[in-house]
């Protein structure tokens, strides 16, 4: 990052990923097991604006590639009942978009309010059947009060177009400027999941 003058900021980020995921599962009540290699990087640019002290506005854009590769089998039953173990592989490439702007309100130094709006699509392109995409719009808002110098309180959440909500609380403690010490909890974490694997509490 850097700073251009004394209210804008500009800055940047690149972001590698690499991860493997096992699964096992039922597939008609029978056995599946696979696992996914992937690799990914993400470029981030933004800019960060302060029109009054009190006041800033933030734009962020992200633009994100993954390559995934699936491997593992069905246990189907032997012939003539079945195809017998009938393996999978796959290959797909997954795109990102993701356009996030915000503002901030600190009228003193014991309290602050912000607020973001984001719009987030992904698309997947699978080897051999038709392009997937997803597209979401969530809104961000949240309140930020310091009782103490040396502690915060906080309480937030979110609401997306696909009607899910999220609702998060925190403290912070920050006795020198050496130490920090942060607790958060949200409820429903990640909603873009919820239907496939229900409600997520994240502390």
Request: net charge negative; no cysteine; glycine share 12%.
């Amino acid at each position: 990052s850097h700073l251009l003058d004394t209210w804008i900021a500009v800055g940047g980020a690149v972001r590698l990923s690499q991860s493997r995921l096992g699964f096992s599962s039922l597939f008609s009540d029978f056995p599946l097991h696979t696992e996914t290699e992937s690799l990914g990087v993400e470029g981030s640019l933004g800019v960060l604006v302060a029109p009054h002290r009190h006041w800033l506005i933030g734009l962020q854009v992200a633009l994100g590639w993954t390559r995934g590769e699936t491997t593992g089998f069905i246990d189907f039953p032997p012939e003539p009942f079945g195809p017998g173990l009938t393996s999978i592989d796959f290959r797909d490439n997954t795109r990102s978009l993701n356009i996030r702007g915000g503002v901030g309100w600190r009228p003193s130094e014991k309290f602050g309010a912000y607020a973001d709006w984001q719009y987030f699509r992904l698309r997947n392109e699978r080897f051999g059947s038709s392009d997937d995409s997803a597209e979401v719009g969530r809104m961000f808002a949240g309140v930020e009060y310091l009782p103490l110098q040396v502690v915060a309180l906080r309480l937030g959440g979110t609401a997306d177009t696909d009607g899910q909500f999220t609702v998060s609380t925190g403290v912070g403690f920050y006795p020198t400027k050496y130490f920090q010490a942060e607790l958060a909890y949200v409820y429903n974490a990640f909603p873009e999941i919820r239907k496939e694997f229900g409600r997520a509490h994240l502390v």
